[in-house]
């Protein structure tokens, strides 16, 4: 999508793609009369009054340790979204409606690698203005083995100073990582 020309100083002009339940929305679900479209945070309706608000939306992810300290991290498979496609990280998703953060990251770590686990400490709340998602990050113990699945087409235990940096999927990986190895918990280990 072009971005069309303005003069909004740059952090009032939000990214393309930053709400896509509003992207190219033009007529109120309700009524389909005109809408009034603030992209990208709500949707109003002059004629019925609808209104929808739109929040960033929280993402999950537990970063599992072995009893002996290494982490378990994932491959993502090649066709995933860019820049983490083929990239590793932990496993992670969105929280659903009607399902708690901590039960999502036990959600995700079974579906993604077919592992239990046991949470641990917060590791940190990881936000950015452009991007749409709020990632939370704990700590979590491994209860076995992970293994690949269609969304983990490898999967490694890497010791703390063997952790691959320069092939981290997102930029939160890493900012999640530096924290769970600096935490005064994982000296324990
Ligand atoms: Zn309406």
């Not at 239990?116 to 452009?130: A, F, K």
């Not at 939370?136 to 999967?155: D, F, H």
């Not at 235990?157 to 999640?176: C, G, I, M, N, R």
Request: charged share 25%.
């Amino acid at each position: 999508m072009d971005q069309p020309e303005r003069n909004d100083p740059p952090e009032l002009t939000p990214e393309p793609g930053l709400n896509p339940a509003l992207d190219d929305v033009r007529f109120c679900p309700r009524c389909a009369s005109p809408a009034d479209v603030a992209y990208p945070r709500s949707i109003g309706c002059p004629s019925c009054g609808y209104r929808a608000y739109y929040n960033p939306k929280p993402v999950v992810s537990a970063i599992p340790r072995a009893d002996d300290g290494r982490i378990w991290l994932l491959r993502r498979p090649p066709h995933a979204t860019a820049p983490g496609a083929n990239r590793w990280t932990f496993p992670g998703g969105f929280v659903d409606l009607g399902e708690s953060v901590p039960d999502a990251a036990r959600r995700e770590t079974r579906e993604e690698l077919e592992l239990e686990i046991e949470l641990g400490e917060l590791v940190g709340v990881y936000s950015r203005t452009d991007e749409r998602v709020v990632l939370i990050v704990y700590a979590a113990r491994a209860l076995g083995e992970p293994q690949t699945t269609a969304e983990a087409v490898e999967v490694q235990a890497f010791a703390v100073d063997e952790l691959p940096w320069a092939q981290l999927a997102f930029w939160s990986t890493e900012l999640a990582l530096r924290d769970a190895i600096a935490s005064p918990q994982s000296e324990h280990r």
